[in-house]
């Protein structure tokens, strides 16, 4: 596949050769050639120096910020360049042997910072520090910036408990960006049907702009930044509201997916749930219906009941939920369950009908076993009866002729 600077080269080439073709003799043609050629050949190398462009491969650079804490003893390490360095070079190290195949180079800046915010330290001297990674890769490679950054800074963090470990005199304590991550699950209500994917964007954006604001009114080492939500799975349920009339709605659960970044917050996973439980439930449902309207999806339209429920247990797993449909026993059953009741009677009348016809004819005379054979014998019973009943009634009347 030829770059767009070879492909110029060779249209210029073209031109110019069929230009002096008609102009020049071969001589000529030739030490023009040779020229171009020389021209194009410094061309490709100021280009692919400007370009970063090495061996055919153009390299992108990328950075990861982190900081941590460091305590050392002086009788180890006199001072806080000496201690960062030691921690620098075996973190520079680590990433090599770990992330070094899918990585063409890294390299390691850090600063001081501060004095430690803690009270209480065993050591001599201690400081924070901030460290900024530059992770150099192939361009085709493809990595995305924040899957790098992560890499980079989780196995930095990683790697902290061999260090300790390893090295006496020195303790670093990775103060962040830790990424906290959790589930959430909102009932909203009532709606129709599932969301589709306007509606989901703006619910995932209402989300967020709640958790921002939540996290923005926090004080201390709550702050949370670069939080993303995604909607993972909803889960339809029946409810009746007994309004004017029974009246059939459904209420949807959205379980969606949060994550984020923030400082000296190890172990607090928890904190979105306790965001989520301080959330102001009119005006989300507010928002919702306002984000909506503006991304022109009236799903929300009819939404006045907005409620946070408790995380799912042993991770995420969808709640067993009745189907729709499954109603109250004092409700009138739909019409359909009617007809088909209707149905199932006459065709159970029919068999029966058909089932009492063949009994009578197979009880009929011998050689009157066929329909119209019993039908005449019946009448003939008939007419026998009539005439003993007259007879009867004659005997009765004497003198009458």
Known sequence: ????????????AIVYHNYYATMMSLRGICIHLLVLHVVLFFTDMVEGNSN?????????????????????????????????????????????????????EFSIDSMSVQACQQAETTSERCFEAESTVTITINEDD??????????TIERVQSFLDTFNAENAGIYVSFIGPFYISSELNIDIAPVNGYMDDTAKG?????????????????????????????VLFQVLTAIQRRLQRRLEQQSNRVTSFVSGECN?????????????????????QEDLKIKGEEAG????????????????????????????GNEPDDKKQPFWVWV??????????????????????????????????????????????LEVARESSSSEQPGME
């Open 1 to 12: 596949k030829e770059s767009k600077s070879e492909t110029i080269h060779i249209f210029i």
């Open 340 to 385: 088909a009741l209707g149905v199932a009677t006459a065709i159970f009348a029919g068999v029966f009908i058909l089932l009492f016809t063949k009994k009578k004819i197979e009880n009929a005379p011998k050689g009157q076993g066929d329909f119209a054979s019993a039908v005449a014998h019946t009448n003939r019973e008939n007419e026998e009866g």
């Open 264 to 284: 000296r917050c190890a172990g607090k996973n928890d904190m979105f749930q306790d965001a989520a439980n301080s959330f102001d439930m009119d005006q989300f």
């Open 142 to 151: 493809g990595q995305e910036d924040t899957i790098v950054e992560k890499a």
């Open 202 to 230: 703006v619910f995932e954006d209402v989300l967020v702009i709640h958790l921002e604001r939540y996290f923005a009114n926090q004080e201390g080492d709550n702050d949370v930044s670069n939080i993303e939500a995604t």
């Open 297 to 324: 999806t009236d799903y929300f339209d009819n939404v006045d009941d907005v409620s946070y429920s408790e995380n799912l247990i042993d991770g995420l797993q969808e709640p067993v939920v009745p189907p729709l």
């Open 52 to 104: 970063n462009n090495y061996g055919g491969r153009k390299l992108v650079q990328m950075t990861a910020t982190y900081e941590y804490q460091i305590e050392f003893n002086t009788t180890t390490y006199p001072d806080e360049e000496s201690a960062r360095q030691k921690f620098d070079q075996e973190s520079l190290q680590e990433l090599n042997d770990e992330l070094g195949d899918d990585v063409d």
